[in-house]
């Protein structure tokens, strides 16, 4: 299996529209160059633009088909909502359509109720999209494994945004998650996020256990966002 | 000025992805044979693709034009956010730029606060949407125009979806929220919704002083779309 | 009309059980001494006692009797429901029958759906509860007019707590309230608040035209309250 | 362990103000005829007068002691705030002091941000209070048990308030809960609710492994309180 790193767009101008569509093509080039998963969390509206799905199959000598980049585009979050009467809600199916392959759910800055965890975590199921879901405690992790998600992502809110990683402020938190989550759900992945901006972030969480990283500011808001991605990527070589 | 007519897709099957697409297009085709302003409430994943603007300027011989069908693509719902970390929320700049050109706020199934309400607006006045706000009742439409959106859509929630027009069973309301939006804000306009489905509907809501009406499962659930909407538009004839 | 002093104890620990009863009962030995209508806003579980509303009706010698202090309790918030299965809910019914006369609601702390403030005023008034609805800004006081509370609080959230008061930091904002509030209803009264704290406050604030003030901190956090009551009220002597 | 029956007074009129603490009074009645640890869970406004606290300590003659009824007072909810600025939000600290015990969280009809439950179990931990959540399915239980409550209080919103017994219709999510709950937390106990009104619902309830049960419209609506909650707590006798 491959080390997955997930970029968090939220909604950066430097990940909007068609400057976040210049970003997402940067990522899908280093991408290439690593063995890894790269993901991709894009906001609803840029979905389409970032995956690569064209609207114009009716055109003259237009475009039809799927330009894929080798990466895959998530959503940021969804609702446990059905076909029906639900303006301004999150459809599963939509989210699909447009060309996502997964979604993230519960970040920090969206945190939901216990219940909706459960019922879009079997939406996803129900239309095949891959589910990550965060959390800020190992414990929340723990409660969360029990919905048995492709993965939970652990973030200590306190280092999101920051200058220090978890994987050096706290490694005894991704260490305390790996092994709650396994106990109670040994096909749950766990990735861990908040201030990961290096390759000695990335394989401290690699090696404690961690299936992956979630990153955001650290790329996305960066300077030179290539030179960025592809430091970090260097720790994937052990 | 034209009268306005809205659509609302919901999260309509057949608003949906590729099937909404050719609804789309279909409410377009009919746009064209009326004097009317056609308006369509898009899902957040499908704005992209309904207002046909294209992610493929890369190709080859692809499509880099904006492929303007002639009808306008507003978000369902928007949020008084800015660039920043908003992880899974919706940036009016984000909606602008994949080809919306407004947005509806406040629908009953997607109610606000009342300090959103007025951030929403002046949001949307920054990045250039338009902006139609929902009304349960006439003093909820009052109050909201206090805030000066575009339009306030007054929509008894007990008629929503269901067969008896409100331009049938509660004419007076379409009076009265006219009156009391006129003595708060001469340049807020008035539309209805809830059970519109035909020309007399519509023809009553015009000679009650609405602007427009708002549309959905009449047109979007109905059979033959096509001939719903013809049906409907013919009211626009006197 | 006498002029009307508010005091919000919100949580502060001043406020709260033994030791928010104590403050209430300052406050209202104060008030005897000035011409004024004196309001709490107490936490639900608080209002039964400092209301004095007694449940030891049952107790031989015990006290059967309302113990009236000469002030008016508020419940801080409410909720638009009625008798039946709503689990942690606030019921206008329970909160009147435990001796508050009156209801805050749509403070900067705890900002409500418009369709639910238009309910809730709705509701207050079946049950026979005042209500004061507070607004950030004077389109919200203007919005919130519509809808017949007795009073709107405005409030610029960015002065709540601190030490400059609306009264001398914004003069214009109660003046431009007042009059848009008077033009969508007179029968709404202004109050103000934010920063409020001494007799000069208190003075403007009257003198603009505001029906009275909202304070919490400046009187409930002080080392003194007693002192920083009386102090204030002075403003009331012209 | 004395098995554990919770009677949840929602905000039905019958369990609200003079009338809800006359019921009151009637389980405790009961209760001393039982074996049995009864817990009555009263609205915000109520637990001051439920739980016999006086207010009255300062009158000659008056009543300075706690009126113990023998029964336990809980809050229907509770949040995470410390004292503060939170106007309308419900303080641990006065819960406690007006008389509750513990609270009821996360009930079908009012339900919490997964982070919230796990900050509520920490802060009633702190205050003293005893805390039981409730959860819709077996897999919401078992995350709950992450957190370390007092209990879960396993609930298929479908059956509540109805006429059929999750003892009854559903034996096996008792099993399954209790399983499940006691692999990451034997210190959990589980309660069932939904439907359960007679002493052979109770009876199941318990030799599948519950340490108690959770009602509500099944004696509080009853026409016959006492009658009903007797017969239901035959069950007790095996």
């Given at each position: 299996m491959k080390p997955i790193v997930m970029i968090n767009l939220k909604t950066y101008k430097q990940g909007t529209g068609k400057e976040g569509l210049a970003l997402?093509?940067?990522?899908?080039?280093?991408?290439?160059?690593?063995?890894?998963?790269?993901?991709?969390?894009?906001?609803?509206?840029?979905?389409?633009?970032?995956?690569?799905?064209?609207?114009?199959?009716?055109?003259?000598?237009?475009?039809?088909?799927?330009?894929?980049?080798?990466?895959?585009?998530?959503?940021?979050?969804?609702?446990?909502?059905?076909?029906?009467?639900?303006?301004?809600?999150?459809?599963?199916?939509?989210?699909?359509?447009?060309?996502?392959?997964?979604?993230?759910?519960?970040?920090?800055?969206?945190?939901?109720?216990?219940?909706?965890?459960?019922?879009?975590?079997?939406?996803?199921?129900?239309?095949?999209?891959?589910?990550?879901?965060?959390?800020?405690?190992?414990?929340?992790?723990?409660?969360?494994?029990?919905?048995s998600p492709d993965f939970v992502a652990v973030e200590p809110p306190e280092l999101i945004g920051g200058d220090v990683s978890v994987s050096k402020a706290k490694p005894e938190l991704i260490t305390d998650t790996v092994d709650k989550v396994n106990l109670v759900n040994k096909n749950v992945g766990v990735l861990v996020g908040a201030g990961i901006k290096n390759a000695e972030d990335l394989r401290i969480a690699l090696k404690l256990g961690a299936r992956g990283v979630l990153l955001a500011s650290g790329v996305v808001c960066s300077a030179d966002p290539e030179g960025s991605l592809r430091g970090l990527l260097e720790g994937l070589k052990g």
């Open positions: 997402v093509k940067t990522i899908a080039k280093v991408a290439k160059d690593y063995d890894v998963e790269m993901v991709v969390c894009s906001q609803m509206a840029d979905i389409c633009r970032h995956s690569q799905i064209c609207a114009c199959e009716s055109k003259e000598g237009g475009c039809t088909a799927f330009d894929s980049l080798g990466i895959e585009i998530y959503s940021q979050t969804i609702e446990p909502i059905k076909f029906g009467s639900n303006t301004g809600h999150e459809l599963p199916e939509t989210i699909k359509e447009a060309g996502a392959v997964g979604t993230l759910l519960n970040h920090s800055e969206h945190r939901e109720r216990i219940d909706h965890i459960e019922s879009c975590i079997s939406r996803a199921r129900e239309v095949g999209l891959k589910i990550v879901v965060c959390a800020n405690t190992a414990h929340i992790a723990e409660a969360i494994a029990a919905f």
